[in-house]
């Protein structure tokens, strides 16, 4: 099967031609706005040969495609975001032509103004939390005086351990809080897996916060002041990211 | 993703997970489904599972 179909990026507020000069989705293609009312459904031309039912499926299995494209489908969303509000589609949203994208959008208009709404000047912020390895304890073997001293020099190693491990969640759901109590919304991520992301210490905390743009110089300087003070745990801010954490819309 | 204050230097797959963690919705590593609209009618169902795998077995085979 050849042909093209219309791939959708984001649910906005209408955007002037002027506003999407330059802005480019998947393949470098040129992103569109179809407007419905007071909305807009951010759209780009893509190939069946690459988005088609079958190829999407093997391409999903894909990392170097996947990470292409999920760098594609952010960018074109993420310049969106800078200029209007905007609430981002899951990736790999596929309709068959542009009649049928303005068709979804006409379908999905009353849940997306109400995700507009909350999303009017705002942006989500990743905060991470790793646990530190702690110091190397000194070789029980080496300093043990007897077999009996040496079990219970390894049993206190063990518990001091486990004390160590919970005091690292605690702190990592306490800084959770914090952080929440200065955001509109926020939401805490599965963990990562070190396997995939390549950081070797377990990760705790995992969270995405909704921050009003003009509270954001207050919100990265608590959660400076948090990482600072943080003794069992090492952080990672990232942002702002369009909301992707917080506009989901999902079928009715 | 541009990374406008980093409080720690994190290896470039991390900006991936990142990534993959909010446009696939569910978190990267659960076992959940991808839902792929086509024509407005039919929606295919990915295991994501199925693509976690595959991104293990070629990120450290």
Partial sequence: VSGTATYL????RPMSVDQLS????IGGEQVRALRDGELAVLVSTVSLDEFGEEPLRENLGDLSWLEATAGMHDLAVSTAAKRVTTAPLRMATICLDDDAALGRLRKLAR???TVLARLDNRDEW????????TEPAQPVAASARSGTDYLQRRRRQTADRQDQAVAAAEEAAG?????????VAACRHRPQDPQLSGVEEPMLLNAAFLIDRDRVDTFTAAAQQLAAAATSLRFALTGPWPPYSFAIIDEP | MTELVELSVEPRAASLVDLLDRLL???VVVAGDLTISLAGVDLVTVRLRALITTVRREMYD
């Fill in chain 2, 25 to 27: 919705a569910a978190g």
């Fill in chain 1, 9 to 12: 990026y984001a649910i906005t």
């Fill in chain 1, 111 to 113: 849940a997306a103004s």
């Fill in chain 1, 175 to 183: 800084v959770y809080d914090q952080l929440s109590s200065m955001a």
């Fill in chain 1, 126 to 133: 990743g905060v991470k939390a790793y646990a530190v390895a």
């Fill in chain 1, 22 to 25: 330059g802005v480019r989705g």
